[in-house]
């Protein structure tokens, strides 16, 4: 098999895994059924965020059977990519003994820092679905 045909592996890295995270694993694997992707956090929240699972649901992305998954399940595995989308975990990625292609950093806003109504916050979650959407797009047309 080709490097070109082989499937890639990703791991996708935030803190809590359950905004930015979880919406790149969702869109690169609707970009793509034979990627492997997987997303965890250096500090997992306790469940996906549900207005991300809420904008995702809009462009047919279904998260809502996601949950948050500690890194170090991931740090014995082999990869591609692990890709850091927020600054804490590009500073906290932690040493993997498996196998990394290539570590990169795309980074976002944290949605769930948003403050004011409730239309205002679901409004900065799609602005940030909406960018990780076009840079992950941006990210898939280079490794095909």
């Known amino acids: 098999m080709t490097d070109a045909a082989k499937t890639k592996r990703i791991l996708i890295l935030c803190t809590g895994n ?11 694997k ?6 492997e992707v997987y997303s965890a956090g250096t500090k997992p929240a306790e469940r996906v965020h549900p207005k991300a699972v809420q904008v995702m649901k809009e462009i047919g992305i279904d998260l809502s059977a996601n949950y948050p998954k500690m890194v170090d399940r991931f740090l014995n595995d082999e990869f591609d990519y692990v890709i850091t989308v927020c600054g804490n975990a590009k ?5 993997f003994i498996g196998k990394v292609g ?4 795309i980074g976002f806003e944290d949605p769930a820092e948003a403050t004011g109504t409730e239309e205002e916050i679901l409004a900065e979650f799609r602005r940030i679905r909406d960018q990780i959407k076009n840079d992950f797009y941006t990210f898939y047309r280079t490794i095909v």
Request: overall charge neutral; hydrophobic content about 30%; charged content about 25%.
């Open 18 to 28: 359950s905004c930015r995270s979880q919406m790149a694993e969702g869109l690169l």
């Open 102 to 105: 290539k570590q990169l950093h």
């Open 91 to 95: 500073e906290n990625c932690p040493m």
């Open 30 to 35: 609707s970009f793509d059924y034979k990627l």
